[in-house]
């Protein structure tokens, strides 16, 4: 590397350019291979680095969406669920109901595929590029009273999410003992059918 190309790098580390500077052997062959004039030579650098953005940036929002699996629409099965509008779902894919401010509730018992809709719904959302967060009832709860103990409850709600799933009753709140669920210590227990 010729001390033009490590002067070029250290300008694109220090511009935070890295995923250009990774790419920049690779793409500086091409031009001479397909005569790419520099403004196309550029839009390929940073056309890559924007890509490289993007996908650290939604695998950033699904990792602060707390998910407990990561599921999509494409996943479920509806003919397992014929009791499920395929339609219905579809039209809440489109997300409309956030830009709406509306909520949507999944009732039915245990094992439906509630919390699995959910999840995917969200995922759709972090792919739109919406802040989205996964909690249980119980979890809330209990962060709710430790930031009012805490004196944050105000921040908490400055950092309110686009889209918030409460999910009532996720048997993630038990531990396996002997192979029987016992329940969390200090988790509260909410004997409820519904999940959000």
């Not at 005569?35 to 650290?56: P, T």
């Not at 397992?80 to 830009?99: G, H, Y």
């Not at 979890?139 to 004196?151: G, I, S």
């Amino acid at each position: 590397m010729n001390i033009t190309c490590e002067r070029v790098v250290a300008h694109l580390d220090r511009l935070k350019l890295r995923r250009v500077a990774e790419l920049l052997d690779p793409i500086c062959e091409q031009p001479t291979k397909d005569s790419l004039s520099h403004v196309d030579f550029l839009d390929r650098l940073l056309e890559a680095d924007s890509s490289s953005r993007a996908e650290r940036r939604l695998l950033a929002k699904t990792r602060l969406a707390h998910f407990p699996f990561h599921k999509t629409l494409a996943d479920f099965d509806f003919s397992f669920q014929p009791s499920v509008d395929r339609k219905q779902i579809q039209e809440l894919a489109t997300l409309r109901f956030l830009a709406h401010g509306e909520n949507v509730i999944f009732l039915g018992p245990p094992g439906v595929g509630k919390t699995h809709l959910a999840v995917a719904l969200g995922m759709e959302a972090v792919a739109q590029g919406h802040n989205v967060y996964f909690i249980t009832v119980p979890e809330l709860l209990d962060q709710l009273a430790r930031d009012v103990q805490e004196n944050r409850l105000a921040e908490r709600l400055n950092r309110v999410p686009t889209l918030l799933i409460l999910d009532l009753c996720r048997h993630r709140n038990y531990d396996r003992r002997d192979g029987l669920p016992t329940p969390r210590p200090g988790r509260h227990q909410l004997p409820l059918p519904a999940r959000l």
